[in-house]
């Protein structure tokens, strides 16, 4: 069974109710987690590119990948399933975070990729990991639950 359905979220996927980017975080990480990620990345076999200002380079270790000059734009696109690019973004060790376009997650299969990904990673690290509106890290709307062990809603969906 599905962790969640899609007449039951579609609002939370719309681009224009969300803004096409919405933000994905993992609050309260160590370098240790952001090691794990990029390990659970090549063990599950997805598809990643790493660059650095634009240019491909070879995914480093996560101490070295934080510990990069300031100004250099790091990214590490990794598609968990064909058409679904999820973009993490080595900001601050504290915190993983990383952009879905919901573009690609549209309908109940976009919604199982979605949770797909969130599930590995909270899995993985033991630790939440959050759905907010582009630019609003204040009001997860879903997210993967510890406790629960899945993707749960976090905030009831608007009526259109």
Same mark, same amino acid.
């Given at each position: 069974?599905?962790?969640?359905?899609?007449?039951?979220?579609?609002?939370?996927?719309?681009?224009?109710?969300?803004?096409?980017?919405?933000?994905?975080?993992?609050?309260?990480?160590?370098?240790?987690?952001?090691?794990?990620?990029?390990?659970?990345?090549?063990?599950?076999?997805?598809?990643?590119?790493?660059?650095?200002? @634009?240019?491909? +380079?070879? *995914?480093?270790?996560?101490? /070295?990948? &934080?510990?990069?000059?300031? =100004?250099? !734009?790091?990214?590490?696109?990794?598609?968990?399933?064909?058409?679904?690019?999820?973009?993490?973004?080595?900001?601050?060790?504290?915190?993983?975070?990383?952009?879905?376009?919901?573009?690609?997650?549209?309908?109940?299969?976009?919604?199982?990729?979605?949770?797909?990904?969130?599930?590995?990673?909270?899995?993985?690290? @033991?630790?939440? +990991?959050? *759905?907010?509106?582009?630019? /609003?890290? &204040?009001?997860?709307?879903? =997210?993967? !639950?510890?406790?629960?062990?899945?993707?749960?809603?976090?905030?009831?969906?608007?009526?259109?």
């Amino acid at each position: 069974m599905p962790d969640l359905l899609w007449d039951d979220v579609k609002n939370f996927f719309d681009p224009d109710l969300m803004g096409p980017l919405p933000d994905v975080t993992v609050p309260g990480t160590s370098l240790d987690d952001w090691q794990a990620v990029l390990d659970l990345v090549r063990s599950r076999g997805w598809s990643y590119a790493y660059t650095e200002d @634009g240019v491909a +380079v070879r *995914l480093p270790r996560a101490a /070295d990948m &934080l510990a990069r000059s300031p =100004g250099v !734009d790091a990214a590490l696109q990794v598609w968990p399933t064909p058409g679904v690019l999820a973009i993490f973004r080595a900001y601050e060790v504290g915190t993983i975070d990383f952009d879905v376009d919901l573009r690609e997650l549209q309908g109940q299969t976009g919604v199982d990729a979605l949770c797909l990904l969130l599930r590995a990673v909270g899995r993985r690290l @033991g630790k939440p +990991v959050l *759905l907010t509106p582009e630019s /609003d890290p &204040l009001h997860p709307v879903l =997210g993967f !639950d510890v406790t629960a062990g899945r993707v749960v809603l976090l905030a009831a969906p608007a009526i259109p």
